[in-house]
């Protein structure tokens, strides 16, 4: 079965991908529906995508590298009762 549509896959029409099954034509980047091709593609949670597409959805998501770093930077000012 094809992982995208659920249906069959016969081996001519066909190719696997993470160890799934995928018509050439379902295999294809969820964001921008380019075509995908087995040494350029992300598969993340049975979603496929473009390895540029990829990076930009999930790089700020993903880590803390990106954004967050900058925001949470604050000094810590010690308060002086005295
Ligand atoms: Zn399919
Ligand atoms: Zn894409």
């Known amino acids: 079965m ?7 896959v016969y081996p001519m029409e066909g190719l ?7 018509h050439k034509s379902c295999f294809l980047c ?3 529906k380019n075509k995908l ?5 992300v598969s993340l ?3 496929l995508y473009c390895q540029p597409h990829y990076k ?3 790089k700020s998501k ?3 590298e990106d954004g967050f770093v900058q925001g949470s930077q604050r000094e810590l000012l010690a308060t002086h009762t005295a």
């Open 2 to 8: 094809c992982a995208v549509c659920k249906k069959r």
């Open 16 to 22: 696997i991908a993470d160890k799934k099954k995928f």
């Open 30 to 32: 969820e964001h921008c």
């Open 37 to 41: 091709s087995l040494g350029n593609f």
């Open 45 to 47: 949670h049975g979603h």
């Open 56 to 58: 930009q959805l999930f």
């Open 62 to 64: 993903g880590n803390f």
